[in-house]
């Protein structure tokens, strides 16, 4: 049964569409809309979690436990995150996945010894699912503690199992997390939540569509990010989309052991690791070479090696022979990168 929730600000009234006379469409002219005094969003993480509702998704295993740890304490307290501003206030942070012993030593190992914990950062390790009275009692939370955001890790351990209505599961999607983006757009705050990509979906060109299950989450919230990480290595990505994001550059970070740190523009650090892959293979080529020997060894697209080759001879990086290959500047020869 879908549960209801009771608010004295009727936040949850839907608006009824009938043809019958008691309801009748009350649109506002464009122009009064135009001079109207709106209330802008808010951020809880500036260019990365709007108010509204968030979706982080990322294969499991991939740190994505420990980023949302470090927001919830960086958000709870007013700290930069990843080099972004925050706006103080309160933090829900529901780690259904984690036992208090594990987030105990997980907040030691990311706060120094000398910091305290935020007052206003609150943990639970236990919520119903949604459609079975958790979206009740953590809408009568917000009520009394008015966050400035809401963390549910994972989408998985709270949302519906079973479907009475006979709907496909793009259906109960929507349903569902309509009602969660509803819950914090009430109370004008953010809520996270944190979901699984699909298996090999981090690396797909379309990284929107790799959410596990329906799209029926992805298009309904305001915002997505995605953890990009491969097995092992202590570099990432965090590709980020939405529709009040006015940047959508991807962000390089690096493990830290624990957490991330923010390691600059995801663009630049690829390109840099680009650069130092093709010194490297000339160097161990000892000998000039073209364009197309470096992108079939490196398995680059010829054009954007060539283009890249081209930027770092006008660099000074690299230098030409007379034959037109490739060879390293003087000073690059025994450079250490």
């Given at each position: ?19 019958g006379d008691?309801?009748?469409l ?11 005094s709106?209330r802008q ?26 980023l ?26 529901c ?56 963390i549910?890790d ?29 819950l ?7 809520i996270?939540?944190?979901h699984?990509?699909?298996?090999g ?11 596990s ?10 915002a ?26 991807d ?18 650090v ?21 364009y ?6 490196l398995?680059?697209?010829r054009n ?24 390293l ?9």
């Amino acid at each position: 049964m879908r549960a209801g929730i009771t608010s004295s600000n009727d936040c949850y009234s839907s608006i009824p569409f009938t043809y019958g006379d008691e309801t009748k469409l009350k649109p506002i002219r464009a122009m009064d809309l135009q001079k109207a005094s709106i209330r802008q969003p808010l951020w809880a993480v500036e260019q990365l979690i709007p108010e509204g509702l968030s979706v982080l998704a990322a294969p499991p295993k991939s740190g994505k436990s420990f980023l949302v740890l470090q927001m919830s304490l960086a958000v709870s307290s007013g700290k930069p995150f990843l080099n972004q501003e925050t706006l103080e206030g309160p933090v829900l942070y529901c780690a259904l996945e984690d036992s208090w012993s594990r987030l105990v030593g997980r907040i030691g190992a990311l706060l120094e010894h000398s910091v305290t914990i935020p007052e206003e950062l609150h943990l639970l390790n236990e919520l119903p699912r949604l459609d079975e009275g958790g979206l009740s009692v953590l809408g009568e939370w917000m009520e009394v503690n008015r966050p400035r955001m809401v963390i549910i890790d994972t989408w998985g351990k709270t949302k519906p199992t079973t479907n009475s209505r006979r709907e496909n599961a793009y259906e109960t999607d929507v349903r569902v997390v309509s009602e969660v983006k509803k819950l914090a757009d009430c109370h004008e705050c953010s809520i996270l939540l944190v979901h699984h990509l699909r298996k090999g979906g981090a690396k797909d060109s379309d990284w929107l569509e790799s959410l596990s299950g329906s799209m029926g989450l992805g298009g309904t919230a305001d915002a997505i990010l995605s953890l990009v990480r491969n097995r092992g290595s202590k570099q990432a990505i965090l590709k980020r989309s939405g529709r009040d994001l006015e940047i959508e550059d991807d962000l390089a970070l690096e493990w830290l052991e624990p957490g991330w740190k923010f390691s600059g523009e995801a663009s630049e650090v690829k390109m840099t690791e680009e650069r130092k892959a093709i010194i490297s293979l000339i160097r161990e080529a000892k000998e000039p070479v073209n364009y197309g020997f470096v992108a079939d060894v490196l398995g680059k697209n010829r054009n954007t090696t060539k283009s890249l080759m081209r930027k770092m001879l006008l660099a000074g990086v690299l230098r030409t022979t007379s034959r037109g290959e490739f060879t390293l500047s003087d000073e690059y020869l025994s450079k250490e990168l």
